[in-house]
């Protein structure tokens, strides 16, 4: 058990819609990170949040978002859900000691 | 950008042996960190090994340990006596010093009996 956890671990939805994805970090740990997984790919990096405040940006789509809370955990909202947004969504949380952690993961599959 | 590259998409070792997989990376940083990840089949991913790029010294975790030639850019992984546990994906993954992190496309790694 990493420490973080991810919610929910399967998500079914339609075409069109919109789904928020959540994790908690670690305990401690200020930066939170997410991370897209389509199916036997490698990961993709999305965004990183440090203590509430955007860090980084990867390949993340102008149809996501993403926000980190005052209580450090953090949201994943996926809208205008297109097929090919059906993969495994990570999110992982790091400290001082700058190793990642990751989560189990959610399975978002659109129908 | 850095990037990852993972030449092998599968390998296979005996039960036993000792393989060894390979990543490659493109960077101009000089500080960075890189990784080994394991994913077995419930997809969960988990820290193998790290290493430091200041620290010329391998890591070495139990069977695992990785050969980093940085003036090559080269990050094997090597795992001794592999058991059959050990069939997962590995991925490679470098994090610069803005914490950005990058994958290679992994490795499926199958432990024959």
């Known amino acids: 058990d990493s420490g973080v956890t991810q919610t929910p671990k399967h998500l079914i939805t339609a075409t069109g819609q919109r789904v928020t994805l959540r994790c908690s970090p670690r305990?401690?740990?200020?930066?939170v990170y997410w991370y897209q997984q389509s199916l036997d790919q490698g990961l993709q990096f999305l965004i990183q949040y440090y203590n509430g405040e955007e860090r980084a940006k990867g390949n993340i789509l102008e149809r996501f978002s993403a926000q980190q809370f005052p209580d450090l955990h953090s949201e994943l909202n996926l809208s205008s859900l297109e097929l090919g947004d059906s993969a495994l969504y990570f999110c992982a949380s790091s400290g001082r000691d700058n190793e990642q952690f990751f989560g189990p993961g959610t399975r978002l599959t659109v129908l | 950008a850095q990037t990852v590259t993972q030449s092998q998409p599968e390998m296979s070792v005996q039960e036993a042996e000792t393989v060894t997989l390979s990543c490659t990376y493109d960077t101009s940083e000089s500080d960075y960190y890189l990784f080994w990840y394991k994913q077995p089949p419930s997809r969960q991913m988990i820290l193998v090994i790290r290493?430091?790029?200041?620290?010329?010294q391998n890591a070495t975790e139990n069977r695992f340990s990785v050969n980093f030639q940085k003036a090559a850019k080269s990050f094997s992984l090597k795992i001794s006596d592999s058991q059959l546990g050990d069939a997962a994906m590995y991925f490679c993954a470098y994090r610069s010093a803005t914490r950005d992190m990058r994958f290679g496309a992994g490795t499926r790694l199958t432990v024959k009996p």
């Open positions: 305990s401690g740990d200020l930066s």
């Open positions: 290493q430091e790029a200041y620290k010329q």
